[in-house]
């Protein structure tokens, strides 16, 4: 079992960036595949972004796009989520976790990070 924990949430005038990393432990974080999802009050959890633990690939939600970039240090356990031009509608907890079935089905997760957008 790998252990998750999220930091980098906060609150952010809209157009602004928010840095959000995650760091792993227990077993080996390199082998797996990570990825960040989101949950906004009242709303089904949404896929963000995800990247694979070999060749680095990465996936993307359509609305982030150009505005979200998702990476890995695998020699330090960490994958960040580099949020830049967020919106309000970007507003949500931001989990990461362990993709258990390429790109958008999670496993293991943190317990999130909250991340606003004011207007």
């Known amino acids: 079992q790998v252990q998750l924990v999220e930091s980098g949430g906060g609150l952010v005038q809209a157009g602004g960036s928010l840095r959000l990393s995650c760091t792993a432990s227990g077993r080996t974080f390199s082998i797996y595949d990570m990825g960040w999802f989101r949950q906004a009050p009242g709303k089904e959890q949404e896929f963000v972004a995800s990247i694979t633990w070999s060749s680095g690939s990465t996936y993307y939600a359509d609305f982030v796009k150009g505005r979200f970039t998702i990476s890995r240090d695998n020699a330090k356990n960490t994958v960040t989520l580099q949020m830049n031009k967020l919106k309000p509608e970007d507003t949500a907890v931001y989990f990461c976790?362990?993709?258990?079935?390429?790109?958008?089905?999670?496993?293991?997760r943190g317990q999130g990070t909250q991340v606003t957008v004011s207007s």
């Open positions: 976790g362990v993709v258990a079935a390429w790109p958008a089905v999670f496993g293991s």
